[in-house]
């Protein structure tokens, strides 16, 4: 048995892979929710149209949970703290696999660094790498990156977590892919700006580009292998992210370049993360141009000219 905390569409697509395994609880902390799921077998506010197997038992109450068993928590970066915390008593005990991708605002901390932090002496994952929501809950093929600083906990947690469309591979190295994840975000952003402000696919590559070495200088700075940076939950995930509309990143930053109004309910976590990648960054010298101008375009979304001079008249080098 596994669960699932956090009912929005990422959580839901992955109970919905997780149930052809075996039995798994859909948690939300929404009471309401809860029943509208039951009562109609399907999460119409994150993901209409696909149907909840009947493998899943959806439920608002947490202090439930068998004993030991796996726990996915798919909660937005910035209110993964605070739901921890909150449930910190339901919570220990079990292996805790963070599903979200982003670096927290107040700290600079990754997932892994709040689950130790909140919980001291959790076992800790994460699972990362390029995927949307959509596709896992339709069946399609997806491969992520199953991250644990145990190589034994994470062969165990790549057999329990691995479906009939959802192959993961495996790593020790969680920083590398935290950040990876969190970075690829900010990069997606930027490149969502340059399409939607009619600069072209060439410019968008070479901002990918760019970006990709940006993720590489910080991420290597902080303690993440090159090659888990190469892999899927990095370039990989950097590739998804900044080429599909699928992308909720991608989409907010074209809204940015087209000066076009975003919902502003859409949890958008690159924004987020470019002000503490930025941050951290600046603390530790490093120069991360493309992140400063995502972080400039957040702040004044009418200044993407200015924004693209300041990115174009940089000193000329080798690359």
Known sequence: ????????????????SLAANGPVILWTHDADHATAMREARENARRLPGIALPEGITITADFDTLPVEIPVLLAVPMQQLRGMVETHAEALRGHPLIACCKGIELSTGNGPTAILSETLPGATTAILTGPSFAADIARGLPTALTLACADAAIGRHLQQALTTPNLRLYRSTDTTGAELGGALKNVIAIGAGAVMGAGLGASARAALMTRGNAEIARLATALGAQAETLSGLSGFGDLVLTCTSDASRNYRFGHALGAGTPFDPTITVEGAATARAALDRAQAMGLDLPVTAAVVALLDRPDSLPQVMETLLSRPLKEE
């Open 1 to 16: 048995m596994i669960c699932v905390a956090g009912a929005g569409a990422f959580g839901t697509a992955l109970a919905i």
